[in-house]
């Protein structure tokens, strides 16, 4: 804990990898935070490199790729140190024997972006861990009715992700079937935007359309039908979030994250890697209309954990005490 004794307002760092400008995760928190941060009356730094920037405390979203410069923050003793385990932190392997024994020395609080997350952390580090589940904004238009259903994968091009699935899926198992699968995503490993180009030629349902701005995304994610994400390994993944949000029913991957958020009962689960299931999911959903009400409902009973005012009071208090003055 960092105890002030001066009259200005406390100065916040929040440290990620993710380049300015770019639409990766750990951005559109760091920049979603900071804007709480200001609403508090504090100042606040987005940085991608800690060098020697006054503080009286730190968030470091991502507890392995930011681990030279918050550990070098730590040593200068400036101030609280709070490790945020966005992405694959807590299903990589997060901590190892030396990144435990940091945290129990050094860290002054952790965030973990849903409850399972927090369950598997080592019980020394459980106490000190607080739970935030990310927020989204909600698009004033109404949902659209498509005439041939819609599904949306809203995900970067990245091995971890699985982005090509849903369309082998619907390839392979339901080639007959009416449908449309809307691929947004910009490119992390390098060569899947050939392998997407490609997958336009063999599958003429499937439409890639690289990375877009944010807004558009959620417009995209707005006119769906559902959401699939089929990731084989995430942390808290905002598209999912954004979905529950916005009312869109989601198809994703049976792993520790999306259960977190979904719900263990969430009936909208399949197998990891599991095309043949993921096309059953698809075949129910589109034909069977008691299942799409049921997920409906399920994603309903969900969204007020994701409320805005939600995540900044959660974020508030968490940052109040480790610097200790009153919310």
């Known amino acids: 804990m960092s ?8 100065q916040v760092l929040l440290l990620t990898h993710a380049p300015r400008h770019s639409r990766l995760g750990n951005r559109i928190t760091a920049l979603r935070w900071a804007a709480f941060i200001r609403h508090m009356g504090w100042r606040v730094r987005v940085i991608n490199r800690y060098q020697q920037q006054p503080a009286d405390v730190m968030i470091a979203l991502n507890a392995r790729r930011n681990q030279a410069d918050f550990r070098a923050y730590a040593e200068n003793g400036q101030g609280a140190l709070i490790l945020a385990l966005t992405g694959t932190d807590s299903y990589a392997g ?5 990144e435990q024994r940091f945290a129990e020395q050094h860290v002054d609080a952790l965030i973990a972006l849903q409850d399972d997350m927090r369950q598997r952390l080592p019980v020394t580090l459980r ?3 607080t739970v935030i589940y990310q927020s989204a904004a909600r698009l004033d238009n109404e949902r659209a009715q498509n005439a041939t259903p819609v599904f949306l994968l809203s995900g970067h ?3 971890e992700k699985a982005p090509f699935l849903p369309v082998q899926s619907i390839h392979e198992y339901l080639p007959t079937m009416t449908m449309q699968l809307m691929h947004c995503g910009g490119v992390i490993d390098a060569g899947m935007d050939e392998q997407a180009r490609q997958w336009m030629q063999r599958e003429t349902r499937y439409h890639y359309l690289g990375e877009l701005p944010h807004r558009q995304a959620l417009q995209q994610l707005q006119h769906a039908d559902a959401l699939i994400n089929p990731s084989r390994i995430e942390g808290g993944p905002a598209v999912v979030t954004e979905a529950i949000v916005a009312g869109v029913p989601v198809l994703a991957s049976n792993i520790p994250a999306h259960r977190g958020l979904l719900g263990e009962d969430y009936l909208g689960f399949f197998q990891v890697d599991d095309p043949a299931e993921l096309a059953r999911r698809i075949t129910d959903f589109i034909e069977h209309r008691d299942y799409r009400e049921r997920l409906r409902q399920q994603i309903v009973a969900r969204e007020h954990l ?3 005012e939600h995540e ?10 480790v610097v200790d003055q009153a919310p």
């Open 306 to 308: 994701f409320q805005t």
């Open 3 to 10: 105890t002030r004794t001066g009259k200005s307002s406390p």
């Open 127 to 129: 106490s000190r861990c």
């Open 312 to 321: 900044r009071a959660c974020l508030q208090r968490l940052l109040c005490s």
């Open 157 to 159: 091009l990245r091995a």
């Open 94 to 98: 997060w901590p190892n024997a030396d």
